[in-house]
T-cell receptor
Framework: ETGVTQTPRHLVMGMTNKKSLKCEQH?????MYWYKQSAKKPLELMFV???????ENNSVPSRFSPECPNSSHLFLHLHTLQPEDSALYLC?????????????FGQGTRLTVV | AQTVTQSQPEMSVQEAETVTLSCTYD???????LFWYKQPPSRQMILVIR??????QNATENRFSVNFQKAAKSFSLKISDSQLGDTAMYFC????????????????FGKGTKLSVKP
């Protein structure tokens, strides 16, 4: 247990649905991240938040909308997804976005878009 | 752009034996960090070991050690006395220093090596 909790663990949604993924950490970290892990592809960084401010968006389609209301919580709002968006979505946090300190990952949400 | 290559999609090793996982990377940076992460079936990514590029000494964590060859841009992971619990996906990852726009959560990963430890 790394202290980063993601819910739900599994999610099946239709292409017209709206759903949200949640990530929570009580490690006192100030930086949080969303990664996408697709089969047979490297993990891809999607978004970076530092002190609740988005500092990076790696050309992610607008059907993915992140929200960071405070340093402990991170959401990924999903809307009109495509089947190719099916993947494992991993959240991570770190003390800050600078310096060589460890990033802690959650167990991910397995998303299936039907 | 930085890239990380893991050329072994799958490997297996007998319990108690030693196995080495390969990783090469490409970068024009001089200072950076390298990591090995383990992802067991539980899906949680767990940091195994890390190496700062400016350190010549290879990092070691108990049964895990690396062979860092900076000139060759190679960063292999050696697991000694393999245990059944070592069965997992292993990912090599690269991080630029903050001065070059990197952060410890902004990692570039390889595709992973699936390691199976057999009894």
């Amino acid at each position: 247990e790394t202290g980063v909790t993601q819910t739900p663990r599994h999610l099946v949604m239709g292409m017209t649905n709206k759903k949200s993924l949640k990530c929570e950490q009580h490690l006192g970290h100030n930086a949080m991240y969303w990664y996408k892990q697709s089969a047979k592809k490297p993990l891809e960084l999607m978004f970076v938040y530092n002190f609740k401010e988005q500092t990076e968006n790696n050309s992610v389609p607008s059907r993915f909308s992140p929200e960071c209301p405070n340093s402990s919580h991170l959401f990924l709002h999903l809307h009109t997804l495509q089947p190719e968006d099916s993947a494992l979505y991993l959240c991570a946090s770190s003390p800050r976005s600078t310096g060589n300190t460890e990033a802690f990952f959650g167990q991910g949400t397995r998303l299936t878009v039907v | 752009a930085q890239t990380v290559t893991q050329s072994q999609p799958e490997m297996s090793v007998q319990e108690a034996e030693t196995v080495t996982l390969s990783c090469t990377y490409d970068t024009s940076e001089n200072n950076y960090y390298l990591f090995w992460y383990k992802q067991p079936p539980s899906r949680q990514m767990i940091l195994v070991i890390r190496q700062e590029a400016y350190k010549q000494q290879n990092a070691t964590e108990n049964r895990f050690s690396v062979n860092f060859q900076k000139a060759a841009k190679s960063f292999s992971l050696k697991i000694s006395d393999s245990q059944l619990g070592d069965t997992a996906m292993y990912f090599c990852a690269f991080m630029k220093p903050h001065s070059a726009g990197g952060s410890q959560g902004n990692l570039i990963f390889g595709k992973g090596t699936k390691l199976s430890v057999k009894p």
